[in-house]
Structures are given as C-alpha cells and as structure tokens.
C-alpha cells in the first residue's frame, strides 16, 4: 500500500516496465539553463529510443492526458502542444518567444 501512495499518478502505468527509456531520464527532461542545441541533440537521442519502444503510444497519451513537461513518446512539449495538449509554459517557447 505505501508503493501505491508514493508513487502518486505514477502507480499502475504497466508499460512504464516495458519501455525503452528506462533508466534514462536524462535524454528526456532538459537541465537547468539548457541551450537549444544541447536541447536538439538530446530529444533526437531521446527520439531514437522512442521510435522502437513498445511502450510509446502508452507513454505519449500518459503525458498529453497530463500536460507532462519533457519528452515522452516521441514527443516534447512544443509537439504535444500543436496536437492539442498544451503544456503550461513549454521551455522551448519561453526560449523562443524572449527572443
């Protein structure tokens, strides 16, 4: 019972076990004071791993049902954005629109 309250929204997503990505969160979640091009070579690192995961469709419904920040299921936030599910204030277009 204590697993079930300490992982929060994250319980019971099944296919989290079964992805690709796992122990690799790094490529998908961008450090502090990322740069653009770090950026562009991270997700297409991140993007390479999606592309074979069975878990990708999964992944990506989980995080546009909850506006999730980073990269998941081959997409980021700018990409969930334009499908319709917008992300709160998406780093890359805060980057941008500074500009």
């Keep these: 019972m204590d697993d079930v309250v300490a992982l929060g929204s994250w319980a019971g997503q099944d296919w989290m076990a079964k992805a690709a990505c796992a122990g690799k969160t790094r490529l998908f979640f961008a450090p502090l ?3 653009p091009q770090a950026r562009a070579r991270r997700e297409a690192k991140a993007a ?3 592309r074979a995961c069975p878990s990708r469709t999964a992944c990506r419904d989980f995080a546009r049902e909850r506006r999730e920040f980073g990269y998941w299921g081959g997409e980021n936030e700018e990409e ?3 499908a319709g599910f917008p992300v709160p204030n998406p780093v ?3 980057r941008r629109a500074a500009s």
Excluded: N, S, W, Y
Aim: charged fraction near 50%; proline fraction near 0%; include cysteine.
């Design 33 to 35: 004071a990322e740069r």
């Design 48 to 50: 390479d791993l999606c």
């Design 80 to 82: 969930r954005t334009r």
């Design 92 to 94: 890359g277009a805060r």
